[in-house]
């Protein structure tokens, strides 16, 4: 269940605020409203099946979801784009910014929703919505480096795949802030706990280690993951997530490629033990494996390695 209408905003730095989609509950998908002059942008649409309460949000925080002139998306998976069209309908001034390989998908959602429908089946439009296209005459498709101003706010477009081909992170050097869409990895309720989200078809590992490095570099103050919320200790998290994503390949190496099943399992008795060692309650483990499915990140670290023999062939 999504908690419908129920508003939870919090300020994360000066002109920046995250707003929760109440999706399963709070603390699991977030938006971020960034506000500075004329310009008014949301960082991540998230799914439009919690739409009205990110509207609610917007209107919460003292603006009218109307007057947004930018929707800067990390990526396209549905938890944080399947909005985009329906926002860009209510806000009609406002351009829709995606790395150029998701901006054909923008415009014609139907191979992104007939592969997310194999792995959601019916539960697609209870978890994620509907996904209207966006015309392509709003969509900026931004290279790694693009500028995007929202008044007088300069936001960098920072390539970083591994998690996704498609992956940005957006950078305001001068605040320090950076919103890390999923490359950065997930981390719930601020546990000393952070999760590489590994879903197929994408993972590449040495990309993602790659790009963990180059966020690493740019030494932010306030790291903004959707999942979920701004954390002040962006070196500790980006370290964890590194030593989690090669420890889950190397454990991934160690199974057949076609048992799935294995893997999951033992990602599940290594992580839900960590997690509880790290201070996590039982209801905390649950939101982690709902967050990120162990089953599902199995799948993706074995789908790599699928990949690197075929190509080594």
Do not use: C, K
Not at 34 to 49: D, F, K, M, Q, Y
Not at 228 to 235: A, N, R
């Amino acid at each position: 269940m999504h908690d419908r209408g129920e508003v939870r905003l919090h300020r994360e730095a000066e002109g920046v605020t995250r707003i929760d989609h109440g999706w399963r509950g709070a603390g699991f998908i977030a938006s971020y409203l960034v506000e500075e002059g004329n310009g008014l942008a949301l960082v991540e649409a998230g799914p439009s099946s919690t739409l009205d309460t990110l509207l609610a949000g917007i209107r919460a925080a003292g603006r009218d979801p109307a007057d947004l002139t930018h929707l800067l998306l990390t990526h396209i998976h549905l938890d944080h784009a399947a909005a985009a069209g329906h926002l860009a309908r209510l806000a009609p001034r406002a351009r829709v910014v995606v790395h150029p390989l998701g901006a054909p998908h923008l415009a014609d959602p139907s191979r992104l929703l007939a592969s997310a429908a194999r792995i959601y089946g019916g539960a697609m439009d209870l978890l994620w919505g509907t996904m209207l296209p966006v015309d392509r005459e709003r969509i900026d498709a931004a290279a790694d480096g693009t500028v995007v101003r929202v008044g007088g706010r300069t936001l960098r477009a920072v390539e970083t795949p591994g998690h996704a081909d498609h992956h940005h992170a957006w950078h305001d050097a001068e605040a320090g802030l950076l919103f890390s869409g999923d490359a950065g990895g997930i981390r719930l309720d601020g546990a000393r706990h952070v999760r590489p989200p590994t879903p197929p078809p994408d993972v590449d590992t040495a990309r993602w280690l790659a790009s963990l490095r180059r966020m690493r570099a740019l030494r932010p103050r306030i790291l903004l993951p959707t999942h979920f919320g701004g954390v002040d200790d962006p070196e500790w998290h980006l370290d964890d997530a590194e030593r989690r994503l090669r420890a889950w390949t190397e454990t991934a190496g160690r199974f057949d490629p076609a048992d799935g099943d294995g893997l999951a399992a033992a990602l599940r008795d290594t992580e839900d033990a960590a997690l509880l060692e790290a201070g996590g309650d039982p209801a905390l483990v649950g939101r982690y494996a709902e967050t990120i499915p162990y089953p599902m990140m199995a799948a993706g670290l074995l789908h790599q390695r699928r990949r690197r023999e075929r190509d080594a062939r």
